[in-house]
């Protein structure tokens, strides 16, 4: 049979091992942070009995008391640990009440009678009945765990409540003091079911802690697959969405196209006829060369503003027809257009210097440059001459268009070039607000960036960066323009 310091010595090292095995759990999985707390439970109990087995003969009345209150406390963490891992309610107030009333009467106890050992075993079994109860009410309560295993843990809490009871009623039979303490070996008995119902309280919950885990798991399964049906339903809608934007865009571009055909063949009759009113009339009075002029200059921009729908159109579609882009000869073309337009006596180009090979969709650049012209003509006064320089800079071909307008005012320039936005001090032009819109988008799909900014002097600068391949692209602000204000 074994002796009493040796089933202490088994308990002490089983209760000690059990605290680092919950503390190294606690370290893997610490999203359930309640482990420590039990962890805890565990070291306290260890601790207690470890000075247990350090008592001597005689202990002081300080080290008597010390060495009980410390299982008591691993008793509280036991039940606070178990309520915080089953979601229960927790007895901060139970159970710091039931400490503080057992160290009190201890203490009493102890000075009161120091041989009288009864008064101390009756006062600490109530205290282990008062936690064992609350642990099983928590048990009770819960519904998360499977109810085979919370009967279990139940039960080894009623069956150490039990052996508590009887031997608390033993020692009444029996009165123990100094002389006849019940730490001897008759009552071995008691801490070996003790040291069984810690082995049994620790497999329980270890069961717990796997059957949480399993729960986890199966949650987060769950969550995935419905996270998973959900973004394949949105995917359908977002695809059948799609097809029915696309739809609306192809039915769309295909009422652009035939809408400018039919403005294209009104169009060019009016102007065949302009044209052969001024054959026909020699010599026409000023008023009519003036309308006649007129004429020609509305049918031309109708014909620019078709241009740019088409060219906008294009650029959506992913259309870019890359070729080696001759400077010089769209330069000519810009001038043709406007001389056509009669406003060609307006424009100073500044000769072409020799420029690094570039790749790019000369019509869309060409739409860029006679939009930027027009812009710059149409808010400038009648006489006022527009720029037009292209060069290179710093890895990016620039393009700048200079004018003497009425420029674009500070707190329009984070606007303006949004479709159909036009500055506030347009309102006496007409205009659509697609020019620059236009001119960004098309720059844009070749890689590159417009910039607006005042003029010195007055008037507006627009500046449009190509990047060259291999270059990285230059700021527009690290050039200033090399002109007196």
């Known amino acids: 049979m074994l002796d009493l310091k040796t089933m202490l010595l088994l308990e002490f090292a089983t209760t000690a091992f059990m605290s680092v095995a ?31 087995l350090q008592r001597g003969p005689d202990p002081s009345l300080i080290r008597v008391v010390t060495d009980n209150m410390v299982i008591k406390f691993g008793l509280v963490l036991w039940a606070d640990g178990l309520a915080r891992f089953l979601g229960q309610p927790r007895f901060v107030g139970i159970s710091a009440f039931c400490l503080a009333a057992q160290l009190l009467f201890w203490i009493f106890a102890v000075i009161y009678d120091p041989t009288d050992l009864g008064l101390r075993i009756h006062a600490s079994t109530a205290f282990t009945v008062v936690m064992m109860a609350l642990m099983i009410r928590t ?88 996270e998973v049906t959900l973004r394949r339903r949105l995917e359908g809608e977002l695809s059948a969405s799609l097809e029915g934007e696309k739809a609306a865009r192809q039915d769309q571009r295909q009422l652009m196209r035939m809408v400018s055909h039919e403005f294209r063949t009104p169009l060019a009759a009016i102007r065949y006829a302009s044209d ?10 000023q008023a009519v060369a003036q309308r006649l002029k007129s004429i020609d200059e ?76 027009d812009n710059a003509l149409k808010y400038s006064p009648k006489d006022a001459e527009v720029e037009i320089t292209i060069g290179a800079h710093n890895g990016d071909i620039v393009l700048e268009v200079k004018d003497r307008g009425i420029g674009i005012p500070d707190r329009d320039l984070a606007q303006i070039g949004n479709r159909f936005y036009r500055a506030s001090n347009t309102g006496g032009t007409g205009g659509s607000g697609l020019g620059l819109h236009s001119c960004r988008q098309l720059v844009g799909y070749h890689q590159g960036h417009l910039d607006l900014s005042a003029r010195q002097g007055g008037g507006t600068l627009a500046r449009v960066f190509l990047p060259l391949p291999g270059f990285a692209r230059a700021d527009s602000e690290t050039m200033q323009e090399e002109e007196p204000a």
Not at 27 to 52: M, N, S, T
Not at 184 to 209: D, E, K, P, R, S
Not at 343 to 353: C, D, Q, S
């Open 298 to 373: 509305a049918v031309s921009r109708m014909t620019m503003l078709i241009d740019r729908f088409l060219a906008s159109e294009r650029q959506d579609e992913g259309v870019l027809k890359i070729e080696q882009v001759d400077f010089p000869a769209l330069y000519e073309d810009v001038q043709r257009h406007f001389d056509h337009a009669g406003l060609g006596e307006r424009l100073r180009l500044h000769p072409v210097a020799p420029m690094p090979a570039y790749r790019g969709d000369t019509e869309m650049l060409r739409t860029v440059i006679v939009n930027l012209v």
């Open 22 to 52: 919950w503390l190294l759990v606690w370290f893997v999985w610490r999203q359930i942070y309640e482990l420590k707390v039990i962890a805890a439970g565990f070291f306290a109990i260890a601790i207690g009995l470890f000075l247990y």
């Open 139 to 226: 048990l009770y309560r819960d519904r998360s765990q499977p109810p085979f295993l919370r009967w279990i843990m139940i039960f080894l809490l009623g069956e150490y409540s039990a052996a508590s009871l009887l031997q608390s009623a033993l020692v009444y039979i029996q009165p123990s003091t100094v002389a006849n303490p019940v730490m001897t070996n008759i009552n071995t008995w008691y801490f070996f079911q003790g040291h069984i119902f810690i082995v049994g309280f620790f497999f329980c919950l270890i069961f717990m802690v796997g059957m949480r885990l399993s729960m986890d798991l199966r949650d987060r399964n769950a969550a995935l697959a419905r």
């Open 276 to 285: 052969m009113l001024t054959l026909m009339l020699e010599r026409p009075q």
